[in-house]
């Protein structure tokens, strides 16, 4: 059951309206490393948990986070366009560089699709997807997925935040940093426990059935050698890696047979 409270979890006001602001934030909100991509993977993933119900609620207590901050960054792109020109006569713009600029650089889906408000858009119209989102049914790959993604989603903040001025944005974005902070690390400890109970390779019982020959080769398919920095060093699975310089193929040739001639296909 979810509950909504109007106040905000975060304060979302900024100093003054910036339409260029507005739109940069856009990737927070509905880019692939966004809030709604935290949001929709970490709920998924906590509904589809069977097994501990402390993976569990840490879970579903990050999704319905990432909720607010859905909430908090719509709130701050809505204020951000608050006043926003949305018309402008030509001679206007010949007379004042920075309304043409303002108006250059604004979002059109912010005015015409959306009247002044958020989106679930990134910067450039595109919408955001599902196929952002991750949910396997396997913690460990899960967990993997969710220190990315909180890692992806910082870096941007950081550079949205070296992008503004306004104090009243940076204030925002810096409790948002301080929040990917900590669902980093604890995402981390997460898959720190669950590594030590299931192993470090996902799935971690096929180990019988793969061609376990190739699953600790370094391959050098490149000009360079860097890769064979880890020659003889012991993997996270406690085996060591061996190093192939010229991997050679093993595979044949495929031939196929001829296709029916009513497709009409080129075979030569």
């Known amino acids: 059951m979810f509950k909504h409270t109007r106040k905000l979890q975060y304060n979302a006001k900024p ?6 602001m507005a739109r940069r934030l856009q990737e ?3 880019g692939q490393w966004g809030e709604v991509t935290g ?13 501990s119900e402390k993976y569990k609620d840490l879970l579903l207590d990050t999704g319905t986070e990432e909720i607010a901050h859905v909430e908090m960054i719509s709130t701050m792109i809505a204020r951000l366009l608050e006043g926003a020109p949305i018309y402008a006569e030509a001679d206007a713009y010949q007379s004042d560089p920075a309304l043409a600029a303002v108006m250059g650089g604004m979002d059109p889906e912010h005015a015409i699709v959306h009247g002044l408000t958020a989106s679930l858009n990134n910067p450039n119209g595109a919408a955001w997807n599902a196929g952002y989102a991750t949910s396997s049914g396997n913690l460990v790959a899960d967990m993997r997925f969710n220190v990315v993604r909180e890692s992806e989603a910082r870096l941007q903040v950081s550079r949205l935040y070296y992008m503004t001025r306004d104090e009243g ?14 669902h980093q690390l604890q995402f981390m400890k997460a898959q720190e426990e669950l590594e030590d109970k299931y192993g470090v390779v996902v ?13 600790h080769v370094l391959m050098n398919f490149s000009d360079g050698d860097g890769s ?3 020659e003889g060093q012991v993997a996270k699975d406690g085996e060591k890696f061996t190093y192939q310089e010229n991997p050679e193929a093993m595979g044949d040739v495929p031939t196929f047979k ?7 296909n080129d075979q030569g």
């Open 203 to 215: 799935p971690g019982d096929m180990k019988d059935i793969e061609h376990t020959e190739f699953s």
């Open 39 to 51: 949001m929709m993977s970490y709920l998924s993933q906590g509904w589809s948990s069977t097994g």
């Open 228 to 230: 064979r920095a880890f």
């Open 258 to 264: 001829p296709a029916d001639p009513h497709l009409h």
């Open 15 to 20: 100093d003054r309206p910036d339409p260029l």
């Open 169 to 182: 944005v940076r204030d925002m974005l810096k409790f948002l940093l301080a929040r990917e902070t900590q």
């Open 28 to 30: 927070s909100l509905g």
